[in-house]
């Protein structure tokens, strides 16, 4: 099909209008509007509805940048090579990521934006939207916390492996201090909001490891906070692996292997690119295999 469109619940009625318009040029397009009733990320459905799209037309606006469901498509898209087509609705920023790239502003009535947009879904390249280059650099006081903060995680989830709560309840302590003041002093940096990712979710683990346990993880705000600082990051650089494996290793807690396995795939695949042997991340497939 030519398109896909990826919206926020919130803006169906402009999607609807968006893919009348698309057909009446005779355009093809699959329109996403199975966020609410299957409640999960990236079911086969959606995921085979993208690949067999050329493009994603994203609708994107304040609704839209709150839905997690819209981010994993926008990466679903992006990891598929296939182009996204920005459309904006109101004033909110789109992704890092797609900030450089040209956008159409929808409007109210009937206006240049329809032929504009029928053009851009006919004329996108057969490919992934490029990335900007990413211009940041870390002072030798960064990366010290970057690797005690590591460190402290390491320690958490190693104790938990045997099973000894009491310790990792005490190295969440001392992560909690370092966590606070990283962020704090570094607010903007990716790799201290994709360590607060992996933050949250061990204090997931700390709290339920019993329940864990007893495969009676419950559902708790921790995971979807950790999952937002992840996609927060990978909506500046969607090829950050770590970040990918991270929003991975949250949906298999919350029982959504599909998606899991999507995002832990690509986390492998890209880590291999940079020569790294990702053990984490081959642990969560097999993990993920092993439920499916």
């Given at each position: 099909m030519d398109t896909f469109i990826s919206h926020a619940s919130k803006n169906a009625a402009q999607a609807i209008r968006v893919r009348e318009t698309l057909e009446a040029n005779g355009l093809t397009v699959w329109i996403d509007q199975a966020q609410i009733a299957l409640g999960a990320l990236l079911k086969n459905q959606l995921q085979t509805a993208i690949q067999d799209c050329r493009t994603l037309v994203l609708l994107w606006s304040k609704a839209a940048a709150k839905s997690r469901w819209v981010t994993a498509e926008i990466l679903a898209a992006f990891h598929r090579q296939r182009f996204i087509v920005p459309c904006v609705l109101d004033d909110t920023p789109l992704p890092v990521f797609l900030a450089q790239a040209l956008y159409l502003k929808v409007g109210r009535g009937k206006g240049d934006w329809m032929e504009r947009l029928c053009k851009a879904v006919r004329e996108s390249p057969n490919?992934?939207?490029?990335?900007?280059?990413?211009?940041?650099?870390?002072?030798?006081?960064?990366?010290?916390?970057?690797?005690?903060?590591?460190?402290?995680?390491?320690?958490?989830?190693?104790?938990?492996?045997?099973?000894?709560?009491?310790?990792?309840?005490?190295?969440q302590r001392v992560a909690n201090r370092k966590m606070a003041d990283a962020e704090k002093r570094w607010p903007f940096e990716i790799m201290v909001l994709i360590l607060g990712g992996y933050h949250l979710k061990n204090a997931y683990m700390v709290k339920h490891w019993a329940a864990m346990q007893a495969g009676r993880a419950p559902a708790d705000p921790l995971l979807l906070d950790a999952e937002q600082r992840f996609f927060e990051a990978l909506l500046v650089d969607p090829n950050e692996y770590s970040a990918?494996?991270?929003?991975?290793?949250?949906?298999?807690?919350?029982?959504?292997?599909?998606?899991?396995?999507?995002?832990?795939?690509?986390?492998?695949?890209?880590?291999?690119?940079?020569?790294?042997?990702y053990g984490a991340a081959d642990h969560d497939l097999k993990l993920i295999q092993s439920y499916k």
């Open positions: 490919a992934a939207n490029p990335l900007p280059p990413r211009m940041s650099s870390k002072t030798g006081e960064l990366r010290q916390a970057i690797n005690q903060i590591a460190g402290e995680q390491a320690a958490v989830t190693n104790a938990l492996l045997v099973s000894d709560t009491a310790t990792a309840s005490a190295n990918l494996n991270g929003v991975g290793s949250i949906l298999i807690l919350e029982r959504e292997l599909e998606a899991a396995e999507f995002f832990v795939l690509r986390a492998i695949a890209l880590a291999k690119v940079a020569g790294i042997n």
